[in-house]
């Protein structure tokens, strides 16, 4: 059963500052991972997906990055700024044996609190 | 603008009731799907639909149930079987089901129990 892990679970920083988020997950036979932004009482916003065949993908001052034989992806962001405060989440799309063809599992977020 | 809208964004159920939580996609995907999302949780996937007519169950399908007649549209219904149904209910979409697509999401709507 695949399962994901986001560490830190909060983080908070000072404006400016470069930082980086954890995502781990224990079955490598992924299809791609996905990572998602979340504000308070709002839907996912879908950042950056990476494909397995990735190793990386860029938007602006977000970069991720993807290391499926151990099983972690980091999102790097630069320069963080006080938008930038909101829940990440990483999500990875792998088989499933249970009745769908593919299944996305969700890790449990890192809230990231930007202080100006 | 293409997106999902999901409504209402705020619901209120009393004991015994069932209600339903409704979701639209004008992004002609197809593929649909509904997650609940409790604090500190992640995303637990409840019911998917590759196509229209068809659905399947997720991890968490008791005491739901959805149904996809248009492809536009794939309502959630949390009958009074579902005994804990307080959290934030989150519709997605996607161009079809097969890997390297990404998800859409609508922007939520959250249940509470009177």
């Known amino acids: 059963k695949q399962e994901v892990t986001q560490i830190p679970a909060a983080l908070s920083v000072p404006e400016g500052e470069n930082l980086v988020l954890n995502c781990s997950f224990t079955?490598?036979?992924?299809?791609?991972l996905q990572w998602f932004r979340q504000d308070p009482g709002k839907g996912l916003t879908s950042l950056l997906l990476?494909?397995?065949?990735?190793r990386e993908q860029t938007s602006g001052r977000l970069n991720a990055s993807l290391d499926k034989s151990s099983g972690r992806s980091t999102l790097y962001i630069a320069a963080s700024q006080p938008g930038d405060s909101a829940t990440y989440l990483c999500?990875?799309?792998?088989?499933?044996?249970?009745?769908?063809?593919?299944?996305?599992?969700f890790g449990k977020g890192t809230l990231l609190t930007v202080n100006p | 603008d293409g997106g999902i809208t999901q409504s209402p964004k705020y619901l209120f159920r009393k004991e015994g009731q069932n209600v339903t939580l409704s979701c639209e996609q004008n992004?002609?995907?197809?593929?649909m799907y509904w997650y609940r999302q409790d604090p500190g949780q992640g995303l637990r996937l409840i019911y998917y639909?590759?196509?229209?007519?068809?659905?399947q169950k997720g991890d968490i399908a008791e005491g739901y149930s959805v149904s996809r007649e248009k492809k536009e549209s794939f309502p959630l219904t949390v009958t009074s079987a579902q005994k804990n149904p307080t959290a934030f209910y989150l519709c997605?979409?996607?161009?079809?089901?097969?890997?390297?697509?990404?998800?859409?999401f609508g922007d939520g709507t959250r249940l509470s129990i009177l």
């Open positions: 079955d490598s036979a992924i299809y791609n």
């Open positions: 990476i494909q397995s065949s990735q």
């Open positions: 999500a990875v799309l792998s088989p499933n044996s249970g009745g769908s063809n593919y299944k996305l599992t």
């Open positions: 992004l002609n995907h197809d593929a």
């Open positions: 639909s590759q196509i229209v007519n068809d659905f």
């Open positions: 997605a979409s996607s161009i079809y089901i097969r890997g390297g697509q990404p998800q859409h």
